[in-house]
């Protein structure tokens, strides 16, 4: 019972992985994976009460407990230096999962693969990751039940320091922006028809947001640009 969408980020799981799932909810794609991998183990992390003890109760009621440890904390808390070679953060927000893995960031000595699954504002974590020596090894926009998902997979590069993304680079992906598959076509169509809305509104109130309203223009001009 597991979603496309994580099936698709546990593709990207070496095998015998050892990694940590920071939001775990009910824990499903830990364990889909250690199900699928008797070598695999994970650690699954979750803040609130509710979706820690629905992990709990999966963990136990699937016995995977000598290899999935379910832990109560605030993201990267739960994780211990060394502890993990891959980081699963899907399901929030890309501000959010900047900040996780910021705060998160003595942690990562250990980690060689960070997996995201930004809803939004993807480019806040591709930012994070070139910033931080992770880059882009592979990126996938799928859509599942209505929804476009973008699904990000950067490996440590501890000796080459890559150069920089463009703005257009972080704001589409740099794997997804060559690639322009159909789902990705249709996601920005669909933003591009939004934010001129938007802008119109905008334009017409009594005290107009100049710097908001000039960056959404210049995002229209990539979407233009894209879409062309
Ligand atoms: N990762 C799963 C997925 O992709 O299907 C669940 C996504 S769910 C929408 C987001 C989960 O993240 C919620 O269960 C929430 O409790 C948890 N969460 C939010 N902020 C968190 C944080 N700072 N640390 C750990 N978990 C967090």
Redesign the pocket.
């Known amino acids: 019972n597991i ?1 496309n ?2 099936r698709i ?1 546990s593709k990207y799981l070496p095998k015998e992985a050892n990694f940590c ?6 824990a ?2 830990p364990c889909f994976v250690c199900l699928k991998d008797e070598n695999a183990k994970a650690i699954a ?4 009460e ?3 003890q629905s992990a709990l109760n999966q963990v136990t009621k699937l016995n995977l407990q000598s290899r999935i440890d379910v832990r109560k ?3 990267l ?2 994780v211990s230096p060394g502890e993990v070679n891959q980081v ?5 927000g890309g501000t ?1 999962i900047s ?2 893995l910021a705060e998160g960031l003595d942690k990562l000595d250990s980690v060689e693969r960070i997996i995201t ?1 930004p ?1 939004i504002n993807a480019r806040y974590v591709r930012k994070w990751l070139y910033k931080h020596n992770y880059y882009l090894v592979e990126e996938q926009l799928i859509e599942e039940d209505g929804y476009h998902y973008e699904i990000l997979v950067a490996d440590k590069n501890r000796h080459q320091q890559q150069k920089e993304l463009t703005e257009k680079e972080y704001y589409f992906g740099p794997i997804l922006l060559e690639n322009k598959s159909g789902p990705f076509l249709t996601k920005w169509d669909l933003v591009l028809q939004k934010k001129i809305r938007i802008v119109q509104q905008m334009k017409a109130a009594a005290e107009p947001d100049k710097d908001k309203i000039a960056e959404f223009e210049q995002q229209i001009e990539w979407l233009e640009e894209v879409l062309r």
């Open positions: 979603s969408r994580l980020v799932d920071i939001g775990s909810d009910h499903h794609l992390g979750e803040i609130n509710g979706p820690y904390g605030n993201g808390a739960v699963v953060i899907a399901g929030m959010l900040t996780i699954q809803n």
